[in-house]
């Protein structure tokens, strides 16, 4: 008998996705997003998102089974993100699949987004190792994970204590005077930048943090830090070296992720480092990635940008991984939570 055909739904932030995955062959998948509703904000207004996802829902379901050529009634279980993420786009997402979930009665399984972005390498580099490294980077998460099976062993060694990283960027992207999100202009400005002009600081990376916090991250002190330096260039009425400063900038945040990301490797004697997330487009976080890891022999796996950000694909995987298992499905009761760890 073939394997269920899955209906993915993800709807954590701005991104409305519905996607259809059958084992781990990707039938199709459908992305709508409100940032552009955002960006005159600049940042995410969750009222704004949430509203977007009811709109954006319908449509986006009817255009993935269409692309498809599948027929509602043939989707044998249905995967939403159940957290974490803004309380209201959640809430749009698992009220969406659980309406289907009922009137289809089909299995409904609440998975965790953050796992997800690891899911989804599966869809494109085929079946995980034993054991591996999960490293997921966005504007929301920061996450070191130990991974033996994707559904149902998962332990989060670490993760940011404040900021995430591409968070970061987007607010020294602020304080540069770039566009919002800010991330990918301070990438392609740290490229014509010189990374060791400013020694800007690693967070949790020394002293006794160094061993308690081993596999966390800390982004906000070097963000303060760069706010500092920027503002020292204006009271001495100098030009800010907008490039050097990027570069540095990414230099001590991918310094630090690289770093911790292998020392788990090494530390859980796994061969195999997965990333994911919207931060794993960063230029310098590929580069420095690759470097580190053969010089470690291990292998980076990192599917394309398109899967790296919030998408229905990766929830769709890992609800198809959860149903491999056999593990039971969640009841239509399941609520959603914003923190889930
Ligand atoms: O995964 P994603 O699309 O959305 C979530 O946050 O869940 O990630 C978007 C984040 C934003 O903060 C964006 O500025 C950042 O990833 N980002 C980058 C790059 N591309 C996206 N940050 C640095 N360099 C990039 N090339
Ligand atoms: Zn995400």
Do not use: W
């Not at 995980?128 to 929301?140: A, C, E, I, Q, Y």
């Not at 690759?290 to 995987?317: F, K, L, S």
């Amino acid at each position: 008998m073939s394997e269920p055909l899955v209906l993915g739904i993800e709807s954590t932030c701005d991104e409305t996705g519905v996607a259809l995955v059958r084992g781990r062959e990707l039938l199709v998948d459908v992305t709508a997003s409100s940032m552009d509703e955002h960006a005159r904000f600049g940042g995410i207004v969750p009222e704004v998102a949430s509203r977007a996802h009811l709109e954006a829902f319908g449509p986006t379901l009817d255009a993935a089974l269409d692309r498809a050529g599948v027929a509602l009634g043939d989707v044998d279980a249905v995967a939403v993100a159940a957290g974490p993420g803004l309380v209201g786009s959640l809430t749009v997402g698992a009220a969406a699949a659980k309406a289907l979930a009922l009137a289809l009665d089909r299995p409904l399984y609440g998975v965790n987004h953050v796992v997800g972005h690891v899911a989804v390498d599966e869809l494109v580099h085929g079946p995980f190792p034993d054991r591996f490294v999960g490293l997921v980077v966005s504007g929301g998460h920061s996450s070191l994970l130990r991974v033996g099976d994707i559904a149902t062993d998962v332990t989060e060694l670490g993760q940011t204590l404040d900021d995430a990283a591409g968070e970061a960027f987007d607010k020294v992207g602020r304080l540069l005077g770039l566009p919002y999100p800010g991330g990918p202009h301070v990438d392609r400005l740290a490229q014509q930048g010189d990374p060791g002009a400013i020694p800007f600081p690693r967070g949790l990376s020394s002293g006794r943090d160094k061993d308690r916090y081993a596999y966390d991250f800390s982004f906000s002190g070097l963000k303060t830090a760069v706010a500092r330096y920027v503002e020292s260039c204006q009271d001495r009425g100098l030009d800010v070296p907008a490039a050097d400063v990027a570069a540095s900038f990414s230099e001590a945040v991918n310094d630090v992720l690289t770093r911790k990301a292998l020392a788990a490797c090494t530390a859980n004697d796994c061969e195999t480092l997965v990333i994911g997330g919207g931060f794993s487009a960063n230029s310098r976080l590929r580069e420095l990635a690759a470097q580190r890891a053969a010089e470690h022999g291990i292998t980076v796996r990192i599917p394309p940008i398109r899967y790296c950000t919030d998408n229905g694909a990766m929830i769709a995987a890992l609800g198809s991984a959860v149903a491999r298992a056999a593990l039971p499905p969640s009841t239509l009761d399941i609520t959603v939570d914003s923190g889930m760890p």
